[in-house]
């Protein structure tokens, strides 16, 4: 994705991070090539993934980080935490998906909102477009195959970072490794009691 400014001067730039398997890269090319298995993912060549999330500053509208198409659906990696963004942009070209995949992606990016607190703007060639709040709530939409446009105001991002943003995917680890010793525990406890 670039960014122009005045006199079609290059602002920013940003490059895919998280690229689709099968779609933009091979996973383990070497050994599914080796076996005969290479015609999984178009070409012979894998593209190359981005940095990760940035930040870029634009003029008159805030700071913008990007998503693009499905990198959105991460977790915990949309956003540059040490210069979080006011909103993030996140085009995408669902045409592919049919009509199962457009309102999956549009719940993602719904998802990554409410928990980075941040406004998600979605801008799509079949739907489904959106503009989403800080909480997760779309303001304004277009639906799936609809030529149109919309107009609103940018939502504001939330005051505070929200404890997902500060914590990220730290507390579903901690929350999984709570239910294994749970069920370590629940099944000793049982064993106790029949061997009792």
Not at 4 to 16: M, P, S, T, V
Not at 58 to 82: A, M, T
Not at 129 to 139: E, K, N, P, R, Y
């Amino acid at each position: 994705m670039f960014v122009f400014g005045q006199g079609a001067r290059l602002a920013a730039r940003y490059d895919k991070a998280h690229l689709v398997p099968y779609g933009e890269y091979l996973p383990m090319r070497p050994l599914l090539s080796s076996i005969g298995l290479s015609r999984l993912a178009p070409g012979d060549v894998d593209f190359a993934s981005g940095p990760g999330p940035r930040t870029v500053a634009l003029p008159g509208w805030g700071k913008v980080g990007f998503q693009l198409c499905y990198e959105i659906i991460f977790s915990g990696e949309v956003v540059d935490r040490r210069n979080r963004p006011d909103f993030i942009f996140n085009p995408s070209n669902d045409a592919w998906f049919g009509s199962w995949g457009p309102p999956q992606h549009l719940a993602q990016a719904r998802l990554r909102a409410a928990e980075e607190g941040i406004p998600v703007i979605r801008s799509t060639p079949t739907g489904i477009s959106a503009l989403v709040d800080a909480h997760g709530q779309v303001v304004k939409s277009l639906p799936w195959r609809e030529a149109a446009f919309f107009d609103a105001a940018l939502p504001l991002p939330a005051a505070n970072p929200t404890f997902f943003a500060r914590y990220g995917n730290v507390i579903p680890l901690l929350l999984g490794f709570a239910l294994v010793i749970a069920g370590i525990a629940l099944g000793r406890a049982g064993r106790y009691r029949r061997n009792t």
